[in-house]
Nanobody
Framework: QEQLVESGGGLMQPGGSLTLSCVASGRAFSSNIMGWFRQVPGKELEFVAYISQSGGTTDYADSVKGRFTVSRDNSKNTVTLQMNDVKPDDTAVYYC?????????????????????WGQGTQVTVSS
């Protein structure tokens, strides 16, 4: 099973920008759909964004739509989450996740249970 390692978290002021990266080991990266999720202590994991294998399809949670952008570089086994105009409510541990299930429709990729491999997470804190 490939390993996923997130990086790029930190402390940001509201309105700032931050880029999270997730690097995958192994050869399966380009075959997997990749997702970003986040979790606040005491709450369930929340879907943030996902991207198809080629990068041609993306979708976002309503709370981040227009502010966050997910992208991937299959040559570098990397998926990136560009976070702009961050808000205090964006404070969370952010996780990337991978799934080999490519036939999902609707909100299939919004659900944590449809992902099979997870990174260890990176903390993002937005505070003035």
């Amino acid at each position: 099973q490939e390993q996923l390692v997130e990086s790029g978290g930190g402390l940001m002021q509201p309105g700032g920008s931050l880029t999270l990266s997730c690097v995958a080991s192994g050869r399966a990266f380009s075959s997997n759909i990749m997702g970003w999720f986040r979790q606040v202590p005491g709450k369930e994991l929340e879907f943030v964004a996902y991207i198809s294998q080629s990068g041609g399809t993306t979708d976002y949670a309503d709370s981040v739509k227009g502010r966050f952008t997910v992208s991937r570089d299959n040559s570098k086994n990397t998926v990136t989450l560009q976070m702009n105009d961050v808000k205090p409510d964006d404070t969370a541990v952010y996780y990337c996740a991978a799934t080999p299930f490519t036939a999902g429709t609707g909100r299939f990729y919004f659900r944590t249970t449809n992902y099979v491999n997870w990174g260890q997470g990176t903390q993002v804190t937005v505070s003035s």
